[in-house]
């Protein structure tokens, strides 16, 4: 399989056994394997450090590692597309939302034949899709690139690149808000020059005249 459509560890995630119990920490709270290394299985190595593995695993063998968390639907495996859309370009893959999380399914699942006049199929299994995509999963879609090769896994280092330029130009826009913003909250508090100060009022009281008798009439 070609590297450039499709990154060498995607293979071994949809084939992995997920949720089973963790032989070194089966006692433990999170000791279900719903992990999976990226980096682990970037090769062509069979070590057990390919494998799924629990939480506790996770601080011990793949501290720093490019890791994914496996979830469940209704017994079928699932990644949230906040997860592996960092790793993948999952375009044309039906997306669903569950449990207010959007995520896809890894593998086909089993379905009776879609009825007449169903609008969106799977291109390769035929299920039926909620929206116009082409795949209902990312194993279909591998399926559909081994056909025709006419899409791919691989994301895009110029649009990674454009994002991330877009992140810290955003970033720095804020700052840079915030920085003016700063500015003229202190010059306006440290300017007492542009201040107008009235005087005081006066309390002098304005003295009366000395009053003028008339004179008396002779």
Same mark, same amino acid.
């Given at each position: 399989?070609d590297?450039?459509?499709?990154?060498?560890?995607?293979?071994?995630?949809?084939q992995?056994?997920f949720?089973?119990?963790?032989?070194?920490?089966?006692?433990?709270?999170r &000791?279900?394997?719903?992990?999976?290394?990226?980096?682990?299985?970037n090769?062509n190595? @069979? @070590?057990?450090?390919?494998d /799924?593995?629990?939480?506790?695993c996770?601080?011990?063998?793949?501290?720093?590692? =490019?890791?994914?968390?496996?979830?469940?639907?209704?017994y079928? $495996?699932? #990644?949230?597309?906040?997860e592996? =859309?960092? #790793?993948?370009?999952? +375009?044309? #893959?039906?997306?669903?939302?569950?449990? &207010?999380?959007?995520?896809?399914?890894?593998?086909?699942?089993?379905?009776?034949?879609?009825?007449?006049?169903v609008?969106?199929?799977c291109?390769i299994?035929?299920? +039926?899709?909620?929206?116009?995509?082409?795949?209902?999963?990312?194993?279909?879609?591998? #399926?559909?690139?081994?056909?025709?090769? $006419?899409? +791919?896994?691989? %994301? $895009?280092?110029?649009? *990674?690149?454009?994002?991330?330029?877009?992140?810290?130009?955003s970033r720095?826009?804020?700052?840079? &808000?915030r920085?003016?913003? =700063?500015?003229?909250?202190? %010059?306006?508090?440290?300017?007492?020059?542009?201040?107008?100060?009235?005087?005081?009022? +006066? *309390?002098?009281?304005?003295?009366k005249?000395?009053?003028?008798? /008339?004179?008396?009439?002779?």
């Amino acid at each position: 399989m070609d590297s450039m459509l499709v990154p060498p560890w995607l293979e071994r995630l949809l084939q992995t056994p997920f949720f089973n119990v963790c032989r070194i920490h089966g006692d433990a709270a999170r &000791s279900e394997c719903n992990m999976f290394c990226l980096d682990c299985n970037n090769n062509n190595n @069979n @070590n057990n450090n390919g494998d /799924a593995f629990c939480f506790y695993c996770r601080s011990s063998r793949h501290k720093d590692h =490019q890791v994914i968390q496996i979830r469940r639907s209704s017994y079928h $495996d699932v #990644v949230r597309v906040v997860e592996i =859309q960092k #790793v993948l370009d999952i +375009s044309g #893959v039906q997306t669903y939302v569950i449990n &207010s999380a959007r995520v896809l399914f890894l593998n086909e699942r089993p379905q009776p034949k879609s009825g007449k006049g169903v609008p969106h199929i799977c291109e390769i299994c035929g299920r +039926s899709l909620l929206d116009p995509f082409r795949f209902c999963s990312l194993g279909c879609k591998l #399926v559909g690139i081994k056909r025709n090769g $006419d899409a +791919s896994f691989v %994301l $895009d280092d110029k649009i *990674n690149e454009a994002l991330a330029m877009e992140g810290i130009s955003s970033r720095r826009s804020s700052m840079s &808000s915030r920085n003016h913003h =700063q500015e003229e909250e202190e %010059l306006g508090e440290g300017s007492p020059q542009n201040i107008y100060t009235p005087p005081p009022p +006066s *309390n002098t009281r304005r003295r009366k005249g000395i009053p003028h008798r /008339a004179p008396f009439g002779s």
